[in-house]
């Protein structure tokens, strides 16, 4: 048996499809993804929270679940909306359906619908709250619910996304699934990593390069994990919500930039590296999302394909001169990423660890481990 669903936008618009996760009501931002495949990785990404994403490829489903490939403990998206369910799935690492994934963290999914109308629409008026609902099918009804819904806008949600307690990780990548195993030889390095809704690949990245890992909540003051875990170099990871409220986690990174210490950050840990550093942030009207983001390398000037999930932007007019534009988003020119032109600080607005989507960006992790090793070997000879 099928159970009926609704999708209905804060617009007023609405799409009717089938449920195939679990029953009742769920809200949150709508977006949209445009991988073709990798939706166990976005529905595990943490930077999905509160948003419910509309997958633009067609099927989805077809390889199911396995245990492996997951970003975070949990589903972090709140829906979940595609064209097709594929309902049978084949893979041999699969242990799970897609369907009974969703269902066994509760989290609504709907099928059925338009999903390009769906898409065209995010583009043209921009990304907006929605409800899928199972149990109300009555749209005037919905649509008051989904307009008293929180905005993403002011939303920090970096405080219920980072971990309760700082831990260590060595997990590493599985090396029969590298695409491209790496040959060089690493020295040890200690990196602190402010979590504030990391994805685990990310750490394995780090680790695969000889970093000693240690993670911290977000909360936590820069001046306490210096003092007991004396890092070599700092990582800001990604999260979701809006950085500028953030303020806690803005604070201590211009503590950490007065270090003078390596800093590496990524997607939200780049914007809030850009607020510290006095510049401002603004959001996307409907954001880059997918696995397939043309970015120019400025000193190179080489293309890279990349991976994306994010909602808000660096404005570039605001970057302070001591900071240089590294790296640029060939669709619509929004910054991708800036280092300083003394300090070995940079960040990159987009997801080099490549999981899921193409490994163009790797080099960046090697960037970071030798800024560290060129900054011990400085501090060794003062």
């Known amino acids: 048996m099928v159970n009926k669903a609704i999708l209905v936008l804060e617009d007023g618009s609405f799409y009717n499809g089938y449920s195939f996760g679990a029953e009742g009501d769920s809200y949150g931002e709508v977006v949209f993804n445009t991988s073709m495949s990798g939706y166990q990785e976005v529905l595990t990404d943490p930077s999905y929270s509160q948003q419910m994403v509309v997958m633009t490829c067609p099927m989805i ?15 972090q998206v709140a829906g979940f909306v595609v064209k097709e369910y594929s309902k049978t799935y084949s893979n041999y690492r699969a ?45 005037k009804k919905l649509v008051e619910l989904v307009q008293k819904s929180p905005s993403m806008n002011g939303a920090d ?34 990196v602190a990593v402010y979590d504030f809704g990391i994805k685990k690949n990310i750490l394995r990245m780090l680790n695969d390069r000889g970093c000693e890992v ?16 004396k890092p070599d170099g700092w990582f800001l990871s990604n999260g979701p919500g809006d950085p500028s409220a953030v303020t806690y986690a803005i604070d201590n ?21 850009a607020l510290a550093l006095g510049a401002k942030t603004y959001k996307l009207k409907f954001g880059h999302r997918g696995a397939n ?23 570039s007019k605001t970057l302070p001169e001591e900071v240089v534009v590294s790296h640029l988003n060939l669709n619509d020119n929004t910054v991708e990423g800036f280092r300083h032109k ?6 990159v607005q987009y997801h080099p660890e490549s999981s899921p989507g193409p490994h163009d960006s790797d080099y960046l992790f090697d960037e970071f481990v030798d800024s560290i090793n060129s900054f011990r070997k400085l501090s060794s000879i003062s």
């Open 214 to 229: 240690e993670i911290f909540p977000a909360t936590v003051p820069y001046k306490i994990i210096e003092a007991e875990f």
């Open 61 to 75: 489903g077809n390889y199911g679940i396995n245990s492996e490939d997951i970003e975070s403990d949990k589903v």
């Open 95 to 139: 242990n799970l359906s897609l369907g009974d994934y969703l269902k066994k963290h509760s989290i609504c999914g709907i099928e059925g619908i338009d999903t390009r109308a769906l898409t065209k629409r995010l583009r043209d008026k921009g990304a907006m709250r929605g409800i899928i609902s199972t149990s109300e099918f009555d749209v």
């Open 157 to 190: 949600l970096v405080k219920d996304s980072t971990c309760g307690d700082k831990y260590e990780c060595t997990e590493k990548t599985n090396v029969a699934l590298q695409a491209y195993p790496l040959k060089r030889k690493y020295s040890k390095t200690k």
């Open 293 to 315: 983001q043309p970015v120019m390398n400025m000193s190179t000037k080489k293309v890279e394909i990349t991976s994306q999930n994010h909602g808000f932007c660096v404005d």
């Open 253 to 273: 990174i211009k503590g950490i930039i007065a270090s003078g210490k390596p800093v590496f950050g990524i997607c939200l840990g780049h914007q809030l590296l």
């Open 342 to 347: 003394t300090l070995p600080i940079f960040c």
